[in-house]
């Protein structure tokens, strides 16, 4: 079974400064998808970016920026010039490409950001 | 679009009493999801559909839970009898399937309190 891990439940940063958001992940498939989802207090989620695991080069998406690394299963999440609409509780996401685990998302544990000004 | 829409947002109940979860897909998406999450479990898979059909209900954590979709628009989660620990937010998401580019989209979640 795959699995997600995500070793820090909270990360802080100040306002206009970068973080990075760290998770790993367990399987033995070669196709599958990662994504970051964020959800704010309103409990809302909300995709922020997603990375295809045939792809090399990592994905941007404006201010968020992934670190994919296939071989050692590690997919970061940088946050550049943070803001205070970042604050946010961050979920690191799987789903296989084929299989039993198609179209099943599996997250780990989470993330909460503050962002001070 | 509308995005997917759930309802109701909030559920307050008694333990015992039926609860019933609603929601209504993105126009087009053709996989539907069922999510609970709780503090001590984090986000759970419940169920998912592929064109109405059930696929995987391995995540559903008893028979007092079951699930529907009788038609592309629509679909719900139903507890009967609820009990306090079912207290959580329920999510519903939808994807559409098109090669490399499937996401899933959250509604908004319903969260349900059993006293």
């Known amino acids: 079974a795959q699995t997600v891990t995500q070793s820090q439940p909270e990360m802080s940063v100040q306002e206009a400064e970068t973080v990075t958001l760290s998770c790993t992940y367990d399987?033995?498939?070669?196709?599958?998808?990662l994504f970051w989802y964020k959800q704010p207090p309103s409990r809302q989620m909300i995709l922020v970016i997603r990375q295809e695991a045939y792809k090399q080069q990592n994905a941007t998406e404006n201010r968020f920026s992934v670190n994919f690394q296939k071989a050692a299963k590690s997919f970061s999440l940088k946050i550049s010039d943070s803001q205070l609409g970042d604050a946010a509780m961050y979920f690191c996401a799987y789903r296989g490409a084929g299989g039993t685990s198609y179209g099943k998302l599996t997250f780990g544990q989470g993330t909460i950001l503050t962002v001070h000004p | 679009d509308a995005g997917v829409i759930q309802s109701p947002r909030h559920e307050v109940t008694e333990m015992g009493q039926e609860v019933t979860l609603r929601c209504k897909p993105i126009s087009g998406h053709d996989y539907l999801f069922w999510y609970r999450q709780t503090m001590m479990r984090g986000l759970e898979l419940l169920i998912y559909f592929n064109n109405n059909v059930p696929i995987d209900d391995s995540g559903m954590p008893e028979d007092r839970f079951s699930a529907k979709m009788p038609n592309a628009s629509f679909s719900t989660l139903k507890i009967q009898p609820s009990e306090p620990r079912d207290s959580a937010v329920y999510f519903c998401?939808?994807?559409?399937?098109?090669?490399?580019?499937?996401?899933?989209?959250f509604g908004p979640g319903t969260r349900l309190l059993v006293l």
């Open positions: 399987t033995s498939e070669s196709d599958y998808y």
């Open positions: 998401a939808s994807s559409y399937l098109t090669s490399g580019r499937e996401t899933q989209y």
